[in-house]
């Protein structure tokens, strides 16, 4: 089964993702002074968020259903390269942490382990922005 499909480009739309993605992350800001766990969530929620709207900006969205955050880590990898792999790994260990501390009982996310996460979203945000802004240079996306 394809894991991709065709999606119109639609910068207006796009935008919208991106502009969702940097709103869960300040939110992932506000939240992490009261509860780790829910900014750790938020700042991975803004990475998906922000790699849907890149995805959106080559033309495809993942197939919703089992194993599509993979699909959508797994397009930013390839799309991206080799220069940011340490970042979408990184993207990659917060699915399966956040995962864990949803399905298992002993799942634990440390202060330093939310610092990271947002730092890592700061990042990986700027990057799909960039990536995604050079398919529509005449249009500010944010």
């Not at 119109?8 to 796009?14: A, C, G, K, L, W």
């Not at 979408?88 to 996310?109: L, P």
């Amino acid at each position: 089964m394809k894991k991709l499909k065709s999606q119109t480009v639609n910068f207006e739309q796009i935008g919208q993702f991106l502009a969702g993605a940097e709103k869960k992350l300040a939110s992932a800001r506000k939240v992490f002074a009261v509860d780790e766990e829910a900014a750790y969530q938020l700042a991975y929620e803004a990475m998906l968020k922000g790699s849907l709207g890149f995805m959106l900006s080559r033309g495809v969205r993942p197939r919703t259903g089992p194993g599509h955050h993979i699909t959508i880590i797994e397009f930013a990898e390839k799309q991206l390269g080799k220069e940011f792999r340490g970042l979408v790994a990184m993207f990659s260990r917060m699915r399966r942490k956040r995962n864990d501390t949803i399905y298992a009982v002993n799942a634990f996310i440390s202060r330093q382990e939310t610092e990271q996460a947002l730092d890592t979203a700061r990042k990986y945000l700027a990057i799909i922005r960039q990536e995604t802004q050079k398919r529509n240079p005449q249009k500010k996306l944010l």
